[in-house]
């Protein structure tokens, strides 16, 4: 069996006295080839002493993702976790349709590399409860949803939420918004590797550095980051403290402020009780984007 980063263990060592030691970790470094090591992260900082040899080990299933999908399933069934607009439409059912009126100078910013019909698409998008986007490689898909992310941000004068089924989507798209001047704060599993993420200036902990770190005097609360994005350490940590209260009272099953406007990048790569993972509680708009023609995505059995 192939081992992977953020895999989980389950480690036995036997001890002198012929008790064996159970610890669970993570695999934070993979082997390349049969005589290449693995590094493991052990719960707890944990650090195996001399006596402890002989060890064995077993991959643990991880049910995160299943836990997680089940419970959407279950929420789905739930009018009350979705909008009821959204819902219909999922459903295939008939609904009213609520547009939203656009102000007149909406495009007086906008991207002049834009096409009529990424225009077309951005305006739909903010007007409609529900839209999706589809288009063929190269069409501009990335660069028509950062466009939209910030021109969302504008108009109703809230946070909006972007995820994707891979790691590297998030991250392309990301940046693309990050571009666009707005603050980005992107949010990865502890499992991932720092030191090799290309796109660590984009998380919150390497912007708080960025900001400490610079020289006594240069301090600024308009501070521009390294991606080009102006932003404050006032407004960074206030975001982060909205964003992890919200995910609190999520867990925790409270009514609250959520992240009423959700983009899903690569929608077709994702089945369909993945992608109702982000669509609740809260959400507001919704916004597919992907193309059903390229890659699909990936089950395992």
């Not at 195996?48 to 993702?65: A, I």
Request: positive net charge; contains cysteine; aromatic residues 4%.
């Amino acid at each position: 069996m192939r081992l992977s980063i953020g895999d989980q263990l389950e480690l036995y060592g036997k001890i002198i006295d012929g008790c064996l030691s159970d610890h669970k970790g993570i695999v934070t470094k993979a082997p390349v080839d049969a005589t290449d090591y693995v590094v493991i992260h052990l719960e707890h900082g944990y650090t195996p002493g001399e006596s402890e040899k002989q060890w064995r080990c077993f991959v643990l299933f991880d049910d995160s993702t299943y836990k997680r999908t089940t419970a959407a399933l279950e929420q789905f069934r739930d009018s009350d976790s979705l909008n009821p607009e959204i819902q219909a439409l999922f459903l295939g059912n008939t609904t009213t349709t609520q547009v939203t009126e656009l102000p007149h100078n909406f495009f007086t910013t906008a991207s002049t590399s834009l096409n009529d019909s990424q225009l077309q698409a951005i305006q739909l998008a903010a007007t409609h409860r529900l839209s999706l986007i589809q288009g063929p490689p190269g069409t501009g898909k990335t660069t028509t949803s950062a466009q939209l992310v910030q021109k969302l941000r504008l108009l109703f004068g809230q946070m909006v939420m972007v995820c994707a089924p891979s790691n590297t989507a998030v991250d392309t798209l990301a940046a693309r918004i990050a571009a666009t001047g707005l603050t980005v704060i992107r949010f990865v599993s502890k499992r991932r590797d720092p030191d090799t993420d290309p796109f660590r200036h984009l998380r919150y902990e390497e912007k708080i550095k960025n900001h400490r770190n610079l020289r006594p005097g240069t301090r600024s609360m308009n501070r521009v980051l390294p991606n080009g994005a102006s932003s404050s350490l006032r407004d960074l940590r206030s975001d982060r403290r909205r964003l992890c209260d919200m995910r609190r009272r999520r867990l925790a099953g409270c009514q609250g402020p959520t992240l009423q406007i959700r983009l899903i990048d690569e929608a077709t790569q994702g089945t369909e009780p993945e992608l109702l993972i982000p669509m609740m509680r809260g959400i507001e708009r919704l916004i597919l984007v992907g193309d059903h023609r390229q890659l699909g995505p990936v089950v395992l059995c």
